[in-house]
């Protein structure tokens, strides 16, 4: 596994008095994804778990489904993933340009193309959620943020039981490369679509992190910020469940509230004038 964490000397300022000291930062580099023998794509990442980045990245994209679409990946060298895929699987087209941590490699242009490749319907994941297991998710995640402790400089991303318990968590410097880790991770072990499981992430929920939601067929992603207005529309579209502003044991639901287990909500409708 690369280094997430490396150390580069700086000049510390307090007060007016400098020093110099040695600090610890996250580590940032390029990853190549090598399809059938062609350099398909690179992206900014940190280093470690390539290969789940690499096959999350194709779940994306909506080339993948199963681990039968994939005849192997491996690993190249510390910045090359080389994939094979089945001969029955067309290959993504290859993109020329780098693209950084901070934008991942971006999928789908429009709702309606991610809805009709999609492999996994979420609508008809009929799982229910409990709103004090949501809100414990952020403080659960960043408990996992190892790397985080020690740079401030990383996302992460995580995979939960409907009961709250972590299935598995990353982290990267990229949002989309932390998801996109998750669920690499949940092709490898043949657990996708990821049914009944809920994804919490670090950051705000984008239309590329809630595409890949959908694309791997988890039923619930939480953010601890804000949605946009087309990972809203999105939500909606795909029968996602789309939490915003989960922190300190609130949050807000913008897609999808039929999931949650709100026995106070019945009884306000009810209440209600006709």
Not at 8 to 17: K, L, N, S
Not at 93 to 98: D, H, I
Not at 257 to 270: D, F, H, I, P, V
Request: contains cysteine; proline residues 5%; charged residues 20%.
């Amino acid at each position: 596994m690369g280094r997430l964490v490396d150390r580069r000397r700086m000049v510390r300022v307090r007060h007016g008095v400098a020093s110099e000291v040695v600090d610890q930062l996250a580590v940032e580099g390029p990853l190549t994804i090598r399809i059938n023998g062609i350099d398909t794509a690179t992206t900014m990442r940190t280093p470690g778990h390539d290969i789940e980045l690499t096959l999350g990245w194709l779940i994306s994209e909506g080339v993948v489904h199963t681990p039968a679409d994939l005849i192997g990946a491996i690993a190249c060298d510390e910045n090359t993933v080389e994939v094979r895929l089945d001969p029955s699987i067309e290959p993504p087209s290859p993109r020329l340009t780098m693209t950084s941590s901070a934008c991942g490699i971006c999928g789908a242009d429009s709702i309606t193309e991610v809805v009709a490749r999609r492999g996994h319907v979420v609508v008809d994941d009929h799982a229910t959620f409990s709103p004090a297991v949501i809100s414990q998710l952020p403080d659960k995640l960043r408990a996992a943020q190892s790397a985080f402790d020690r740079t401030g400089g990383l996302h992460a991303a995580g995979l939960f039981t409907v009961d709250g318990d972590p299935v598995c968590i990353r982290e990267d410097v990229g949002r989309h490369n932390a998801v996109d880790k998750v669920v690499g991770w949940a092709l490898q072990h043949e657990a996708l679509p990821a049914s009944g499981w809920l994804l919490q992430v670090s950051a705000r929920a984008s239309f590329e992190l809630t595409q890949k939601a959908v694309m791997a067929g988890v039923p619930l992603l939480a953010a601890v910020s804000a949605p946009s207005t087309l990972a809203v529309d999105l939500a909606r579209d795909a029968g996602l469940t789309l939490i915003g502003f989960s922190r300190n044991d609130s949050f807000n639901c913008y897609a999808g509230s039929e999931r949650l287990t709100l026995a106070g909500a019945a009884e306000q409708r009810a209440a209600q004038p006709h």
